[in-house]
């Protein structure tokens, strides 16, 4: 993200427009890069302001206290970042990602709900073992179905592979 808001956000006094405009615009955005950039930023804030910290922020007037800082961040920001940025960590909330190609690979997006699918069925192999195609890469992985656990199909060339529905094949990438 923006290494200048950062540094001001670690050493200035007063929060200027720029910074909280920018805090306030990553809740457009789901990708993780933006939401953990965020945290970071507001936790480094909070930190200050425990320590002693007099900051103001340029839009509103208002120099936080602890208060009337988690007051700004619970009614701006959206309930997980709220949480990672003031419950103790084994108290926050948990938040899931999906998987959504991009350019030279894939983007962790904030998921819309816990139970959104990572894996499709292809095939039962046999009562242990079943065949899953990752939704978001489309690579096929073998299913132990007894420990719950994935591994990724490697053909006996050492290559993953891909299901094609269409035919019902699975081939080598």
Known sequence: MNEELYNEAVRSNVLSKRLIDQLLESMNYSSISFINWTIEVLRLIKTRLDRGDKITDEVSGITYNTDTFRQFVEKNFSSYIASQVFAESSKAEKVYFS???????????????????????IS????????????????????????NTYQPFISHNGKYCRYDAESGKIIEI
């Open 99 to 121: 998987l959504e190609a991009c350019e030279g690979g894939y983007n962790l997006i904030m998921a819309n709900s816990s139970k959104n699918k990572t894996y499709r069925w």
């Open 124 to 147: 039962s192999l046999s009562e242990r073992f079943s065949l899953v195609e990752m939704i978001a890469t489309g690579i096929v992985y073998l299913k132990d179905v007894k420990t």
